[in-house]
């Protein structure tokens, strides 16, 4: 212990740091308990410091001893890696900052990887080297490496590295860390032999001109080694000679191919490289290049006047090779110094052009095209009007009415605008209709109302989210299209709970014949929009509507939540509303809850036999459940229990096994042997985890293999050690408990005989009167206790690591409890019947501490 010397600035105090030394060590997942005393305030002003910052936690107690005389304790349930540093606590008084002396924790534990191996891509038989890292405390830590199942070489002081000389085929290294703490292993990493790459496919020419060609690919395989370049070769027909080859760096696959022959017939074909090598050619692509277009302008061009107007003339223009492709039509372009002017397309070398003027000069040219282009054009013609100028001929007779027609028609376009204009200011319209009529009364215009359309002042409908907006699969869309049941049929409620991916509300669902239902509906989190995550929470959906069960939880339907600006809806699975929630919570609150209830063996038994009726109805159905635990069994309103929770169920179509492909977050605890070793599941596997959910129904909610870490359950299994006996179980029941466990997954009794053998014990005991039944007890919201009034105090062992997490109120009403109290020195005496089963309490620990001397007295 050590006494700190304090200053205030009204009177002095003591500030002292008791029950730790200055260097704490502990392990990992343990509880830690510091505490500190302060005499000479009048209320408790005293903050936990953690490496310089406050900590904000629950868990901190303070306790009144005497008068201006107070103990603070501070509580670390499960220390892990992150809780080590330094503490100590600060007293605030009259503006004076006091602190205590400072206390050094370090939680030691298995070793932690810091570096793993890395999947690498190397070619066969070459050499490679891999990394790996591992960090107490406690120091050293040695490093193991595995080939596959085979250990390689001996043991390396951490950090290691690896060197392989070479591989010929896939293989996994792995590295195993130790300490004295125990063991743990990396993540395997898988060496790939890397290769040449494949053919490429889908060879295509994109673009094509008389001169250039551009080509594009899809590269096959990389042979697990990056494509450095590919090569485009190029031949022509006939002969099939090689004309052009190509090297282009990648990506992209693409390749502009310059300098080929007009109109000619070309084969090409691709291959790309890698480090190793080239792949094979992908099949050849015939393509030809366009022709050119006329090299020749028409010549001779020359005009002839006829009284019907000007014919224009000229030779035929000649194709100078095959690579000129065949001629279309001609193009003339003529233009009058009066601004007259026109582009005519000519099949042949002779025009009439009737729209000219000869009082004006006119210019002409012409061209020859074809599905190319154009050619040059040729010469000029000017064919001059002063050649016969005032040769012009009487005016045809049929343009001496032509005025006359059109001052009729401006006389009419003008009478009906007028007509409709003073119409308009005789009746005008409104957004809804004709406010005016046309009929003048009195000289004033009639009030005369006519609707023109109709209006509805609804908001718009809003659009209802369907499964094919969510990206799921065409597989699941099929399943859950018969349970999909509309958002506006249900109206959401309080929070039941919450968790890492999502929550869990009430509701009241709208039945057929307008009454409501409560039910539980399970939603995914806002943020969260991949459709993969949606997916993975409507396979567990699509899973319960397949069961049947009263011991099984059954599905009410999925709904949609839609949202505004295109994202994803939330997708909802909708569940029967369990009234006392998991049965974990349940066990918890009846032994460290606010207000502890008895549960005879009888209630105990009923309930392992209902999750065993379930479990058999899900074995004959050849489903495994793979996450069976007190916390995935629902209590209904009747006490009856249903297995629920199906996020990692699988169906096991073929054989009787299923073989865990990817990492993911397992109960480690309630695994089975081989799962934890070779990540196999079956239904003997279910059988391991329902014996340990046994034990925690007659534990009332205990954490199975407490103070032992999980990378340590395995050998401690392999060891042959198992749970031990609770206190107050029958033979009868730890025996059926025992032979869940067997290491021969065989051996082990299937969930028929299980479900037969507890029926029998159950029938074996005293039936109780309906008096005495203690199922009838209340576990609704309970009354906050009165400040300095409780009984009981949080921060002990068990309350910490259940209860505080769990109780009666937690467990029904989703109401987090509050851990800081402040009790005065009448309020410590322990409710009767419970110190001898309670761990000892902060206010005990302190009452001990005073009676040996090893805290302070008050001072008055």
């Known amino acids: 212990m050590w006494r700190l010397p304090c200053t205030s600035a009204r009177e ?25 005393t302060v005499e000479g305030l009048d209320s408790p002003d005293i903050h936990w410091m953690k490496d310089g910052a406050v900590i904000e936690t629950l868990d901190e ?218 792949s094979p050619y992908a099949d050849w692509v015939p393509f030809q290049t366009r022709g050119l277009a006329p090299s020749s302008a028409p010549q001779n061009l020359h005009a002839i006047r006829t009284d019907s107007g000007l014919i ?11 690579s000129e492709a065949p001629l279309g039509p001609y193009k003339l372009f003529w233009v009058q110094d009066n601004g007259t002017q026109e582009e005519l397309m000519v099949e042949g070398t002779r025009v009439n052009l009737t729209g000219w003027d000869p009082q004006k000069d006119l210019i002409a040219r012409v061209c020859a095209s074809n599905a190319i282009g154009y050619g040059p054009w040729s010469r000029s013609l000017v064919v001059s009007s002063r050649d016969h100028a005032g040769r012009q001929g009487p005016p045809h007779s049929r343009t001496s009415w032509v005025p006359v027609v059109l001052g009729v028609l401006t006389a009419l376009v003008t009478a009906a605008a007028l007509a409709l204009i003073l119409l308009r200011k005789r009746r005008k319209e409104t957004r809804f209709g004709q406010a005016f009529d046309s009929v003048v009364a009195g000289g004033e215009p009639a009030i005369h109302f006519r609707a023109a359309r109709s209006f509805n002042r609804e908001r718009p409908e809003r659009i209802e989210a369907t499964l ?24 959401l409620g309080r929070m039941l709970g919450k968790g890492e991916f999502g929550s869990v509300r009430e509701a009241q669902l709208k039945q057929e014949d307008g009454s409501f239902v409560k039910v539980a509906v399970k939603m995914l989190k806002a943020d969260i929009i991949a459709s993969s995550d949606i997916e993975e929470f409507l396979k567990e959906a699509a899973c319960m509507k397949e069961f049947d069960h009263p011991h099984v939880a059954k599905l009410v339907g999925v709904s949609l939540r839609s949202r505004a600006k295109g994202r994803l809806p939330i997708p909802m699975v909708i569940l029967p509303f369990m009234k006392h929630g998991d049965l974990h919570a349940f066990l918890l609150a009846s032994r460290v809850g606010e207000n502890p209830f008895n549960l005879p063996l009888q209630t105990l038994i009923r309930f392992m036999v209902d999750i065993a009726c379930g479990m058999e ?17 629902m209590l209904a309103e009747d006490m009856t229990v ?30 089975a042997l081989e799962s934890l070793a070779d990540n196999l599941y079956t239904v003997y596997s279910d059988v391991w985890a329902f014996g340990v959910t046994m034990w925690e129904i007659m534990t009332r909610g205990q954490t199975p293999y407490a103070g032992i870490e999980n990378a340590e359950i395995y050998n401690y299994l392999i060891g042959g050690n198992r749970l031990k006996q609770p206190p107050e179980c029958m033979e009868d029941v730890y025996e059926l408990m025992y032979q869940c466990w067997s290491a021969d997954p065989k051996q082990r009794p299937s969930f028929t005989c299980l479900r037969m053998e507890l029926e029998t014990i159950l029938g074996h005991l005293s039936v109780l009167s309906t008096s005495q039944d203690p199922l009838y007890i209340n576990i609704g919201r309970t009354q906050e206790p009165a400040e300095g009034c409780s009984g009981e105090l949080p921060g002990g062992d068990e309350p910490s690591g259940g209860a505080g997490d769990g109780s009666s109120i937690r467990a029904a009403e989703g109401t987090p409890s509050d851990y800081r109290y402040i009790l005065s020195p009448g309020g410590l005496a322990e409710p009767s019947g419970q110190a001898e089963q309670q761990p000892e309490s902060p206010v005990n620990e302190a009452q001990r501490l005073l009676q040996q001397g090893l805290l302070p007295h008050s001072s008055c």
């Open 61 to 278: 107690v303070f306790i009144q001893l005497d008068d201006r005389h107070w103990v603070s304790f501070l509580s670390l349930k499960s220390v892990e890696r992150s809780d080590a540093g330094h503490y100590w606590c600060q007293a605030y008084d009259g503006g004076e900052t006091e602190m205590s002396q400072q206390v050094w924790l370090t939680v030691e534990g298995v070793p932690f990887f810091t570096v793993e191996p890395k999947d690498l891509a190397v070619p066969p038989n070459a050499s490679f080297q891999l990394f790996c890292e591992a960090v107490g405390p406690p120091e050293p830590v040695t490093i193991f490496w595995w080939r596959e199942h085979t250990k390689v070489g001996g043991p390396v002081p951490s950090p290691s590295i690896l060197n392989v000389t070479g591989v010929t085929q896939s293989t996994e290294f792995s590295c195993e860390a130790r300490n004295i703490k125990g063991l743990a292993f990396s993540r395997p990493a898988t060496i790939f032999i890397q290769a040449l790459p494949a053919a490429p496919f889908n060879v295509t020419v994109t673009k094509l001109s008389s001169s250039n060609a551009s080509v594009a690919w899809m590269p096959g395989a990389d042979g697990r080694a990056l494509i450095q370049s590919c090569t485009v070769q190029v031949t022509q027909a006939p002969g099939n000679w090689e004309v052009l080859a190509v090297v282009v760096p990648v990506p992209p696959f693409t390749c502009l191919l310059r300098d080929l022959a007009p109109a000619t017939n070309y084969s090409l074909r691709v291959r790309c490289a890698n480090a190793l090598g080239p």
């Open 617 to 633: 109805y899900l074995s004959s159905r050849n489903f495994i459940h793979r996450d069976l635990a007190a916390r995935n069994c």
């Open 312 to 322: 224009l003339e000229w030779e035929e223009v000649i194709l100078k090779g095959p």
């Open 468 to 491: 094919d907006s969510l990206g799921i699969s065409d597989e699941l869309k099929d399943r859950l299209e018969d349970v999909l049941i509309p958002e506006q049929q249900f109206t």
């Open 12 to 36: 002095p105090g003591d500030l002292k740091l008791w029950g730790a030394p200055v260097k704490m060590t502990v392990s990992q997942g343990l509880p830690v308990r510091l505490n500190c």
């Open 642 to 671: 249903c297995v629920a929770d199906f996020g990692l169920s699988r169906k096991i179509y073929s054989g009787d096994y299923y073989r865990q492909g990817c990492a993911s977050k397992l109960p480690v605890k309630w695994l």
